[in-house]
């Protein structure tokens, strides 16, 4: 009930901020935009290659941009976190009797409320090219991306208490970023690839999310590869968040 | 003594690559309630961590920590709840008014919307912030936002504030209305436990101190009894440079009878006396019978620094980097 009040509480300042900072949101807009304008006339060619159904390649492409942006959204958070550990914000939260949980936590909500949003656009924008919704599964991945963000935020948000300084964090996100989207088949399918390739993905929680997105965005949403991507992405949220609630709990020294 | 703060042999290391420091080795203090109790120490003494091993933000190594009843491992949310903390950083967010920070800090401490949003009126007006309430906090002066961190640290009515470096960076028109505020709230019945490396501000503000260095406490008491302690006042001998005048005076005066201590800081010899006024035409009498010239004498009543002093050997002003109001290190 605490935590509830508490992460409330804390979501509360954090969406007040973000929308006191239109610079922020206009950017946030503009990044998925553009990927569908300069990138959907690339693939116009694409339908009939081996690895792509049919059903037009929108509806690879824009799944993929939503993982993108779900896994961008939560492995940013901890920029704001090393920033907020710097000005003695987060001491100061850590001194009141707030749920830990909620200190974490609340912020990544009202990241989630933003992807959403920015979700929603994407889809709208989407549909202008051609995209086909099939709404039972867009809202069953909705779910999948919040798990991913959550996820991803939680990790984020941990490695920067833990990191303490912009240049350490920093390194540790990109360099564990760049193969986790290589890795994933976030743009084009990673069926293309190799056989090793294709192993190597199977490692890779964010390619669990990235081919059940593909299938709910057909409407396929009771399929092997949606279940996969819940049994993958559950667990690891679980463990990450309770991860990430203890470091808060510990020394932030 | 009625204790809020009683702590055992508090120690605290921190590990890194590059070897550990002992940051706290041991120490043992008592707060009495309703008091200032003060923390002077030079830049890295280990006042910062005490602090937040006492506000349960860092986990203690070894000893014991009790505040206001509750144990501070055991009990850390207990803690939480009947403290106030004000860090050297502040912490109050930017991006907001001040007024939605004292709300939020304050619900975030368990209080209903309406009581919380009186008490930060009531704060604001106390501590002279009510004309800048709606505005941004990234527009307010460093005296202004300092007040407002205070007014952040006692939003709940703790019965502990804890204020590490309450005033560095203020000028002294600020510095001196912050002490005002601080006296206001221990006369209201606040506990305060502040720490510090300006003398002055250890001397006016606290009721009792600790002096810390090197992660120990050196010595503690009343600012009175501890100048007391050095007894006498202090003669500070400027003198010309002709072969050895330091050490021929320094030899001269410290077999005097009425120097009870004396150091030699090469260009000029600092000695303690029961009575100034007797001791100086003595003084003078003597090295000008030696020859030796004196470029300034100088008679003061002993400070906190003479006590440093006595105690480690070094100035307070020089050790660490003194007393500017630089030094956020750490
Ligand atoms: N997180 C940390 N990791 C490693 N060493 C630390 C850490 N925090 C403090 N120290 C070291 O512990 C010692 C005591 O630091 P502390 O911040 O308590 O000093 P301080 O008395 O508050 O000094 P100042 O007046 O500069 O604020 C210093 O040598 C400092 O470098
Ligand atoms: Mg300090």
């Keep these: 009930m605490k935590t509830v009040r508490d992460t409330g509480l804390l979501f509360h300042r954090y969406i007040v901020q973000m929308l006191r900072n239109p610079v922020w949101l206009v950017v946030g807009f503009s990044t998925p935009i553009l990927y569908l304008v300069l990138f959907t006339p690339l693939l116009k060619s694409l339908p009939g290659v081996r690895g792509f159904p049919t059903g037009g390649v929108l509806q690879i492409f824009l799944p993929g941009i939503l993982a993108l942006l779900a896994f961008a959204s939560g492995s940013s958070a901890g920029f704001g976190t090393i920033f907020e550990l710097q000005s003695g914000l987060i001491e100061r939260l850590r001194v009141t009797p707030a749920s830990r949980f909620a200190i974490l936590f609340g912020p990544l909500l009202s990241g989630l409320v933003t992807m959403t949003v920015f979700d929603a656009v994407v889809v709208a924008v989407g549909v202008g090219f051609g995209f086909h919704v099939h709404w039972a599964g867009l809202a069953v991945l909705t779910v999948l991306l919040w798990l991913l963000a959550t996820l991803m935020g939680a990790f984020s948000t941990a490695t920067a208490l833990v990191t303490k300084e912009i240049s350490a964090f920093a390194a540790v996100i990109n360099g564990i970023n760049l193969p986790i989207l290589l890795l994933a088949g976030v743009l084009l399918p990673i069926s293309l690839g190799p056989l090793w390739l294709r192993v190597l993905a199977h490692l890779n929680p964010l390619y669990y999310l990235v081919v059940a997105a593909r299938s709910l965005a057909v409407g396929h949403i009771a399929t092997a590869v949606v279940w996969q991507a819940f049994a993958v992405l559950v667990p690891l949220c679980v463990v990450v968040l309770a991860w990430a609630t203890r470091v808060f709990r510990r020394a932030v020294a | ?330």
């Design chain 2, 1 to 330: 003594m009625d204790s809020i703060i009683t702590t055992h042999e508090l120690k605290k290391s921190f590990r890194s690559p590059r070897g550990s420091v002992d940051a706290v080795r041991g120490v043992s203090f008592d707060v009495a309630r309703g008091e200032i109790f003060g923390f002077l120490g030079p830049n890295g003494a280990g006042k910062t961590t005490t602090l937040r091993m006492l506000t349960t933000l860092l986990p203690i190594d070894g000893g014991t920590a009790v505040v206001a009843g509750c144990d501070v491992a055991h009990r850390p949310k207990a803690v939480r709840a009947r403290i106030g903390y004000v860090s050297q950083l502040g912490g109050a967010d930017a991006m907001a008014t001040g007024a939605e920070n004292l709300v939020l800090q304050g619900r975030l401490y368990g209080g209903d919307l309406a009581t919380v949003k009186a008490r930060a009126e009531a704060l604001m007006e106390i501590l002279d912030l009510a004309e800048f309430a709606h505005r941004k906090v990234k527009t307010y002066s460093g005296g202004q936002r300092r007040r407002l961190d205070v007014a952040l640290g006692i939003i709940h009515e703790p019965e502990v504030l804890f204020l590490d470096e309450p005033s560095t960076g203020l000028d002294p028109q600020n510095r001196a209305n912050l002490w005002d505020h601080v006296r206001a709230l221990r006369d209201r019945g606040t506990t305060i436990f502040l720490t510090t490396h300006y003398l002055e501000e250890a001397d006016a503000l606290c009721d009792r101190l600790v002096i810390m260095d090197h992660g120990e406490i050196v010595v503690e008491g009343t600012p009175r009894d501890l100048k007391r302690q050095v007894a006498g006042e202090s003669v500070v001998l400027s003198l010309r440079d002709a072969d050895g005048a330091g050490e021929r005076a320094s030899a001269l005066l410290g077999a005097q009878p009425y120097v009870r201590e004396l150091s030699d800081e090469g260009d000029q010899v600092r000695l303690y006396v029961e009575d100034g006024g007797e001791a100086l035409p003595q003084i003078l009498r003597l090295l000008d019978a030696e020859h030796i010239g004196v470029r300034s004498m100088h008679l003061s009543e002993p400070t906190l620094d003479d006590v440093f002093l006595r105690q480690t050997g070094r100035s307070l002003r020089d050790a660490g980097s003194g007393t500017g109001d630089e030094g956020r290190a750490a």
